[in-house]
């Protein structure tokens, strides 16, 4: 993509070529010839940044007198994910890759809390005898973020729908229906377009809409694709032809640890669930009802397509962490909570200028450390280089190309693939950069 963008039929060369991703769009620029094959994190270290000051602003107002629901939501999901996502051994691999996993995991919280601000500003207003209409222009941020998600990955299209009726939700639906359309369909372009030109097919790995292009994946291959891309049921082999969900069901659960823990976290959500809705502090809490519809719908989604753990914590954490941060508020707002107390009397302090230096230096060296100290090639100023794989080069149809051996890619010279077939130059005279088509 840095040297010559996005050129049809890469799904030709291999199957996973054809997954698009804006997340690997916006790592491709930065990756100049002095710091080749260097740059791979730098998207997801920057997101991860990012997520570690979010959580210590929220941290801040957390614990002080003008507390919100929000601020504790915020420290609740995020004290779960980033050391989740910094310790745990499969998402923690993400931090050095230029994988669209991660910002997956933390985009559906931050777009559930941009949700809640909304609608507490317009429960405020309604209270003040306010109009409400300068608050559908804020209801597209969490649309945009939730379009900037399926541009990343498609997962994401959970959080798309719910936002997308969230943002025309109030007055005037039909005009607020028009312009979020209008906007939906401008910032999903470029990614379709660049799918298409991929694979042949706006919505890859889906085999929806797919048209018979000279580049496009023969159909067979495309419908492959999508069944083990979606068709997780699939995966798992049982011992009848004709196995009933449940077997299959408890085949996920026994497979791995993180299917197990995810079935806990599902019921655990259930309960919270439950609670929540026997609760009057916390259903009537605002965005609750759109925080169940959003965890629901990507649980589901997930469930029925692909469980996978790193796929699906954004969406599980939502109830638990919106249950425990009204508990929490309502906690540290009792007078007589000399504990609750304590801690506020202690961030009032290291708040203050003579240790608001001296503690910022301090947690931010701690973090770096510990997120540093026992990872593999962990470096403080260049990130590690991709990893490099024994290749042998091969030659079909003029194109000539190197193969790795029991390995992927990772940092080989382009174009690498374990083996073409059926696969010719579109237009020889101009090489790699007008891209390939099928051969028959």
């Known amino acids: 993509m840095a040297k010559f963008g996005t050129v049809p039929g890469l799904a030709l060369l291999f199957p996973n070529l054809g997954f698009t991703s804006s997340w690997l769009a916006l790592a491709a620029p930065l990756n100049s010839p002095m710091l080749e094959a260097r740059v791979s994190a730098v998207t997801n270290g920057f997101i991860f940044f990012i997520t570690l000051l979010h959580l210590l602003i929220c941290l801040r107002y957390a614990f002080s007198k003008a507390a919100q629901v929000t601020d504790w939501f915020i420290v609740c999901a995020f004290l779960i994910l980033i050391p989740l996502a910094a310790t745990n051994n499969l998402i923690s691999l993400i931090l050095v890759s230029p994988s669209p996993d991660l910002p997956i995991i933390f985009l559906p919280p931050v777009a559930t809390w941009i949700m809640i601000l909304i609608l507490q500003a317009e429960t405020r207003a309604t209270s003040q005898g306010l109009p409400k209409q300068a608050h559908h222009q804020a209801k597209l941020l969490p649309l945009t973020l939730a379009i900037g998600a399926v541009a990343i990955k498609l997962t994401a299209l959970p959080l798309l729908l719910v936002t997308f009726i969230f943002s025309i939700s109030g007055k005037n639906v039909i005009r607020q229906f028009a312009v979020t359309a209008g906007l939906t369909s401008l910032l999903l372009l470029p990614f379709l377009a660049a799918s298409l030109l991929t694979s042949g097919?706006?919505?890859?790995?889906?085999?929806?809409?797919?048209?018979?292009?000279?580049?496009?994946?023969?159909?067979?291959?495309?419908?492959?694709?999508?069944?083990?891309?979606?068709?997780?049921?699939?995966?798992?082999?049982?011992?009848?032809?004709?196995?009933?969900?449940?077997?299959?069901?408890?085949?996920?659960?026994?497979?791995?640890?993180?299917?197990?823990?995810?079935?806990?976290?599902?019921?655990?959500?259930?309960?919270?669930?439950?609670?929540?809705?026997?609760?009057?502090?916390?259903?009537?809490?605002?965005?609750?009802?759109?925080?169940?519809?959003?965890?629901?719908?990507?649980?589901?989604?997930?469930?029925?397509?692909?469980?996978?753990?790193?796929?699906?914590?954004?969406?599980?954490?939502?109830?638990?962490?919106?249950?425990?941060?009204?508990?929490?508020?309502?906690?540290?707002?009792?007078?007589?909570?000399?504990?609750?107390?304590?801690?506020?009397?202690?961030?009032?302090?290291?708040?203050?200028?003579?240790?608001?230096?001296?503690?910022?230096?301090?947690?931010?060296?701690?973090?770096?450390?510990?997120?540093?100290?026992?990872?593999?090639h962990a470096q403080l100023l260049l990130p590690p280089p991709l990893k490099t794989a024994q290749l042998l080069q091969k030659e079909f149809n003029n194109i000539t190309y190197v193969s790795p051996v029991n390995d992927l890619c990772w940092s080989a010279p382009i174009p690498c693939a374990f083996r073409i077939e059926n696969v010719k130059l579109r237009d020889p005279d101009r090489g790699l950069v007008a891209g390939f088509v099928r051969a028959d």
């Open 201 to 376: 097919c706006p919505l890859y790995p889906s085999s929806a809409l797919c048209l018979d292009l000279p580049w496009s994946l023969p159909k067979q291959h495309a419908t492959a694709i999508a069944q083990g891309t979606h068709r997780w049921t699939t995966w798992y082999h049982a011992s009848s032809k004709n196995p009933s969900w449940l077997s299959l069901l408890l085949q996920w659960v026994s497979s791995s640890k993180l299917n197990f823990v995810m079935a806990v976290l599902i019921i655990l959500t259930i309960a919270f669930v439950i609670y929540g809705l026997a609760t009057p502090k916390v259903k009537c809490t605002p965005g609750y009802l759109w925080t169940l519809v959003l965890s629901a719908s990507g649980i589901a989604f997930l469930m029925m397509t692909a469980p996978f753990f790193r796929f699906a914590i954004g969406y599980l954490v939502l109830i638990p962490t919106l249950s425990a941060a009204v508990l929490l508020h309502k906690w540290f707002l009792q007078d007589k909570n000399h504990l609750a107390l304590a801690i506020t009397r202690l961030f009032e302090w290291l708040q203050t200028r003579q240790t608001a230096q001296l503690s910022s230096c301090l947690s931010g060296f701690v973090i770096v450390l510990s997120l540093t100290y026992g990872a593999q």
